[in-house]
């Protein structure tokens, strides 16, 4: 800790207005003390980290952090702000700031470091020291623990209430947790400490399972096998569920682990005495029947449709690396020998090595090879996601069977979560402690596939099959106005969240059509890769024409958008929308719908998974193409830059000019 904060990096007159001056306050003063290498692309990284869950909690604390690469070393800042900066909090404002930055390949030392300033946030009279410090020296002093401390460590404690609870005949009431947050760095252990001090005052033994990312230490068996319930306090998936299984779950996000610990724990208490004990008897740990933690309110069904996205989310991202090897290997021999390289005899068989024709009928075969795993592996880890690993091979031969029933994409996504289903309804069966051993090796894996395999061949395979056809002579027929619908649609769902779910779902509706490619699904997959280039390109373009409408670290951000863009990053957007929601993200989608009308409407046609200028030479009428692209990028620019326009043709309250300099006080005028 020593390294991580000094008096140089406390202000405790914090003057900022906006958590983003608040962030780039504190970052400056990490620039000034050589721990931050590039302001600017430091506080994108903030942003986009600050994009994805407000890092704001109950009892006046912000902690904004991220891990970057323009991090040299694991710095913190602390402000403390008079007036209070609204971090997202549902209590209120935050008056007490840090600021954490961890480099990119932050190790398990610094991650332990920054895990115990989270645990201490939960301490209220380490907070009361901090708004009553006068010293910036003292006050970094505390955040370091210099101070002596007489009392004992939680562990310490938590064994002697232990020891003296079973010395007096009585065993507490004993509860396992699970926290994790998509950065793994504060509210992870955050969350860890908030529910052991809730324990401690409740009475209840609770032991923490910190899963963050910088990897994480499984709780003992033993301790697992002795609770008599479980909490998952997390915002990533659990790893390892079927662990817990026989126990029954809490489930909830890594910030109610935060800010209601004594509420889950009471809740734990309560499953534990309505005997759901044996309800979730060798359960995987799911938490019952979509639990949110559970007060039995429409809450829950909606917590498990965000879960059912989470399982077909894993799905996909497993899928992904095999449609992108296999899909560019193919679009690549396609180019080089044409459409007919398709039906060329096995290289195998014959391969001249000074042909360019026995080349492309090689790149094509690796990529049919690559792309034959297509559908069992998005099956398989769809259920992976449900089950663990006990669902690979259910998963794995559902999707099989789904193409030799010709069910193509959708049956692969039926065949996972059947898997899925059938492995957690087994898991629910109980069994005797000798058969324990060998229920996720054999007796799992031979019952599920046969039952998926009968689901798949006799039942719910043909049916699906038969409307994966007529989808796909849908996609075929599509033409003037229904196309040109289609392509809106896609367009909007690829620039409203900018990598987010909807994004995700379009481009793995794309992507599902090219394992078996029409010339409508190639239409969809150009309207797609289209449409997702269209956000970073019209923020590129919009700082350029109109800088003065733009920060000085919006302006930087534009310059990286422009290679973002044309790459098909869409994600190079996030920092323009965290920053101005309102403006930005309806302006990007009005242009990915003119992108993808514009697209569907040309009849262009793309054969590789991914977007972005590299493979234009694999584009079908590739000029109207890149046409789309540029419409729906004028569109957008067109519209941020009114709409900016507009805001600033009002005084602004932030202070802005401050952050871009004089110019901005002539933008108000011009506007």
């Known amino acids: 800790m020593s390294e991580l904060i000094t008096a140089d990096l406390v202000d405790l007159d914090l003057s900022a207005a906006t958590k983003d001056a608040a962030a780039r306050s504190l970052a400056e003063r990490m620039v000034a003390a050589h721990r931050v290498t590039d302001l600017d692309g430091f506080l994108a990284d903030v942003a986009a980290r600050e994009a994805q869950m407000p890092t704001g909690l109950d009892g006046g604390i912000g902690i904004p952090h991220c891990r970057s690469e323009h991090v040299t070393a694991p710095t913190l800042a602390f402000g403390r702000s008079a007036a209070g900066i609204d971090f997202g909090a549902a209590d209120g404002p935050a008056d007490l700031i840090f600021l954490i930055a961890a480099p990119a390949g932050a190790d398990d030392d610094h991650l332990t470091i920054l895990s115990g300033l989270a645990r201490r946030l939960m301490d209220p009279e380490f907070t009361a020291a901090l708004r009553a410090g006068t010293d910036p020296a003292a006050v970094a002093a505390l955040i370091r623990g210099e101070e002596p401390t007489e009392e004992p460590a939680p562990e310490e404690e938590r064994a002697e209430e232990t020891e003296t609870a079973e010395a007096a005949g009585s065993v507490p009431f004993r509860i396992v947790a699970v926290t994790s947050c998509p950065t793994g760095i504060a509210h992870t252990y955050m969350a860890a400490e908030s529910l052991t001090a809730a324990g401690r005052a409740e009475g209840v033994e609770v032991t923490v399972e910190t899963q963050g990312s910088g990897g994480f230490q499984k709780l003992d068996p033993a301790v697992i096998a002795a609770a008599d319930a479980v909490i998952w306090a997390h915002d990533v998936e659990v790893r390892e569920k079927t662990r817990f299984r026989g126990k029954p779950v809490v489930d909830v996000g890594v910030k109610a682990g935060i800010n209601r610990p004594a509420e889950l724990i009471a809740e734990a208490r309560r499953k534990a005495e309505r005997g759901e004990i044996a309800a979730l008897s060798e359960a995987d740990g799911g938490g019952g029947s979509g639990d949110g933690g559970g007060d039995g309110s429409g809450a829950d069904h909606a917590h498990f449709g965000v879960r059912l996205r989470t399982y077909l989310m894993s799905g996909v991202s497993y899928m992904v690396p095999f449609v992108a090897a296999g899909g560019l290997l193919i679009a690549l021999s396609f180019a080089i020998g044409g459409y007919e390289i398709a039906s060329a005899k096995s290289v195998a068989d014959h391969f001249v090595w000074g042909e360019a024709d026995s080349w492309a009928a090689l790149l094509n075969q690796i990529g049919s090879a690559a792309f034959a795993f297509l559908v069992p592996v998005l099956a398989g880890y769809i259920a992976y996601g449900m089950a663990d690993r006990p669902a690979l091979v259910p998963g794995f031969v559902g999707g099989s069977i789904a193409l030799t029933v010709n069910a193509g994409f959708l049956g692969g996504l039926v065949a996972g979560l059947l898997a899925g289903a059938v492995v957690m309804a087994i898991q629910r069966v109980p069994v005797h402690a000798t058969l324990r051993g060998i229920m996720p090796v054999l007796v799992i894996p031979l019952i599920a596939s046969a039952v998926v395999g009968f689901l798949m061949f006799i039942v719910v395979g ?72 269209v956000p970073p390109l019209a923020m590129a373009l919009a700082t350029t024409v109109r800088k003065k409408l733009f920060t000085k670290t919006e302006r930087e951000n534009g310059r990286a958008a422009w290679v973002l863009g044309a790459s098909f990053i869409t994600e190079g957007a996030i920092p323009f929308a965290a920053a101005d929601p309102l403006r930005v993200i309806p302006s990007v989608m009005a242009g990915g719908a003119v992108t993808g009308a514009l697209s569907m409407a040309f009849g262009a046609t793309l054969r590789a998974p991914h977007g972005g200028v590299f493979v234009v030479p694999l584009i079908g009428e590739p000029f109207l193409y890149l046409l789309a692209i540029a419409a729906g990028t004028l569109v957008a620019t067109a519209l941020v830059v009114l709409l900016k326009g507009a805001r600033r043709a009002a005084p602004d309250p932030a202070g802005e000019a401050g952050a871009t300099g004089s110019d901005d006080s002539r933008v108000t005028v011009a506007a």
């Open 462 to 533: 043909k049916p699906i099959a038969s409307l994966q056809n007529a989808l796909t002579d849908w996609l075929n027929g599509l033409s003037g106005s229904n196309a040109v619908i289609l392509g809106v649609v896609l367009g909007l769902m690829m620039c409203f969240d900018m990598g987010g779910p909807l994004n995700k779902v379009a481009y793995a509706f794309a992507v599902g059509g090219l394992a078996d490619p029409t010339d409508g699904s190639l239409k969809v997959m150009a309207a797609v890769m289209a449409a997702g280039m």
